[in-house]
């Protein structure tokens, strides 16, 4: 069966909301939910593709965009790549050109909608940003915590509070501070054992790799309002992290980095073909700082995680 392949937008309006499109009835996958886009026909550009389907379906012009995140997905009776891009800008005011109903929804409602079940990874990728944060270690914890404060207020929305030189009661007291700092500000993903879960409501978890190829065959640990991560370094452990149904990964390291000196870099081009058959958002981590956002995005990424290179002088 061959795979169709699609074009896929993520349209945000000036408040941040998100543009989705109903589906027709008469259609595969009726009635339900999507982001607006089409079929890129044989021999067409992606961009192309896209710019002139939401010109057909939405009325609009597409000014600005970039690369979100592909995913191959097989239904009983359809074989589909979703090549889905963030617009950044487009003018016109999007109408539903061709009578499907449209909504402007707000990035945390996502999941109160019923999507097609290949939509689901951009639901994630649309509510991720594009930087994940890791705090350094053997920072003393007030500095830490002010470090933290300073990077919150630059914009930080997800935080990962790493500190494997802390004894276990060090770091769940330390959880604690930074939960109360991140509350309405960021996601915070902590790391630990599993019987910790109960304990922090409202934390996210990221799993280590070596949790990721223990407790994988088990499923989710939690369920899917809760968000749930995994450090990768290669192809094994991506398979493992989408059988387990993480909301997105860490893969590492792209460049040689100061915490792991040991660890042989992917290099861009191995990550890139990594990334190639993964269906879930991936922050690349390992010597990167802001400067290589286009470069993770080109290479298919949701964008970089970072410890020296995203903390605040």
């Known amino acids: ?8 937008a993520v349209i945000r309006g000036a408040n941040g909301r ?10 595969h996958q009726g009635g339900l939910w999507e982001f607006p886009g089409g079929k890129v026909e044989a021999g067409e550009a992606v961009e192309a593709a896209l710019a002139r389907e939401l010109e057909e379906e939405l009325g609009i012009r597409v000014t600005a965009a970039r690369p979100l995140i592909q995913i191959r997905h097989d239904y009983p009776d359809q074989r589909v790549l979703l090549d889905v891009w963030e617009v950044g800008a487009f003018a016109g005011e999007p109408h539903g050109a061709e009578g499907q109903a449209l909504a402007w929804v707000a990035p945390r409602q996502l999941p109160e909608y019923e999507f097609p079940a290949a939509n689901y990874p951009i639901v994630a990728a649309v509510r991720l940003p594009e930087r994940y944060l890791i705090t350094p270690d053997n920072l003393p914890s007030q500095a830490l915590l002010q470090g933290l404060r300073a990077a919150l207020e630059g914009g930080v929305r997800l935080v990962q509070l790493r500190a494997p030189n802390m004894y276990d009661p060090e770091y769940r007291d330390l959880a604690v501070d930074v939960q109360g700092l991140c509350a309405g500000r960021a996601q915070l993903m902590l790391k630990g054992p599993l019987e910790w879960l109960g304990d922090f409501p409202a934390a996210g978890w990221h799993l280590t790799a070596r949790q990721l190829r223990e407790y994988a065959a088990n499923g989710r640990p939690f369920p899917a309002e809760r968000w749930l991560a995994a450090s990768c370094h290669d192809a094994e452990e991506l398979a493992l992290a989408a059988r387990m149904g993480v909301d997105f990964v860490t893969l590492s390291p792209v460049e040689a980095t ?3 000196p040991e660890a042989r870099p992917l290099g861009w081009e191995q990550a890139a073909e990594l990334l190639q058959g993964f269906d879930r958002p991936a922050f690349l981590l390992g010597g990167l700082d802001s400067q290589h956002l286009m470069r993770a995005w080109q290479a298919g990424a949701q964008g970089i995680a970072g410890i020296r290179g995203l903390w605040p002088e």
């Open 18 to 27: 998100v543009l989705l499109a109903r589906r027709p009835e008469d259609k």
């Open 258 to 260: 100061h915490s792991h």
């Open 1 to 8: 069966m061959k795979r169709v392949h699609v074009a896929a």
